[in-house]
């Protein structure tokens, strides 16, 4: 029974190290692929629109206008520097990349080492866990808590208090986002202004009307481009990306805290289950 045993036992930490292994290697892979929906629909709304410019038999050139993007890209941003102190715009050009990295952690990916965290700790102690190697910076410092010994009521605490602030500073960074929306549409509009009274002023010279009125539309054109292809989906994909960040961050939490009070592994899937979509539920609980 001791050689069973300590078979058994040298059976499942070769597996823990193995999956442990794999899984480290898929994450250091996966840091280097950019989120493919947002590249999918960057290049397709550029495409998509550079096909039309080009069906229309104008070219490219006629749609380049240094006076347009200057008031459109130039005074939006300088607006948007108005509207924030540049620390925050800093962060919010930090926080943006979110929208261009890899996709977050899969809720059942997280459960599924929670569930080996656990299994470790039961068996060996929380001092085991100080060893693994974990990718995730949210779900480290929780294990960290763990292996120091910390309280469930200090573990709970510090952890929501990190999710909170996280959620502020991508609150602030889709805010300079959307409000980049809504400014360019209106420098848009100030151009086109800008344009008419430059073409109105000038009708005794044809040859100035068309300048003017190319001015006249093309900010216009500049200033949707900007806020419905680039700013307002940025601010939407960024303030989507922290709602699942805290919903991840919630789950390690509650396994974290599971896992604390000496749960029995085998019921936290099904304690951490409802963080999963419905149709993932079946596999993951098969996967036990």
């Given amino acids: 029974m001791g050689l069973i045993g300590e078979f058994s036992y040298s059976a499942s930490a070769v597996g823990c190290s193995y999956r442990a292994a794999v899984r480290s290697c898929l994450v250091s892979i996966r840091v280097i692929v950019m989120d493919i929906a947002t590249i999918i629909g960057v ?56 929208a261009f990295k890899n996709p977050l952690d899969k809720p059942q990916d997280l459960i599924t080492q929670l569930g080996e965290y656990a299994t470790i700790a039961r068996k060996d102690g929380m001092i085991a866990l100080e060893g693994q190697e974990i990718q995730n910076p949210f779900l480290s410092k929780a294990i960290g808590m763990l292996v120091d010994g910390s309280e469930a009521e200090l573990i709970k605490k510090t952890l929501e208090k990190d999710i909170e ?48 009125m190319a001015t006249a539309l093309l900010t216009t054109l500049y200033g949707a481009f900007l806020a419905n292809v680039v700013a307002i989906p940025i601010s939407q994909k960024l303030t989507n ?36 979509p419905p149709k993932f539920r079946a596999e993951l609980l098969e996967a036990q």
């Fill in 43 to 98: 290049l397709g709304a550029f495409a998509f629109i550079g096909v039309a410019i080009l069906q229309q038999g104008a070219g490219f050139n006629a749609y380049a206008d240094p006076g347009s993007l200057m008031i459109v890209f130039g005074g939006s941003i300088m607006v948007v520097v108005l509207r924030c102190s540049l620390d925050e715009l800093k962060a919010a050009i930090k926080v943006a990349g979110k």
């Fill in 241 to 276: 990306q922290s709602e699942l960040e805290a919903a991840n961050g919630e789950l390690i939490i509650e396994g974290a805290l599971f896992i604390q009070s000496g749960g029995n592994p085998r019921v936290l899937t099904d304690y951490l289950a409802s963080f999963v």
């Fill in 165 to 212: 602030l996280m959620k502020l500073r991508h609150k602030l960074g889709a805010g300079i986002f959307s409000a980049w929306g809504e400014i360019a549409p209106a420098m848009g509009m100030i151009g086109t202004l800008i344009g008419l009274v430059a073409m109105l002023g000038n009708m005794s010279d044809p040859k100035s009307i068309g300048p003017a």
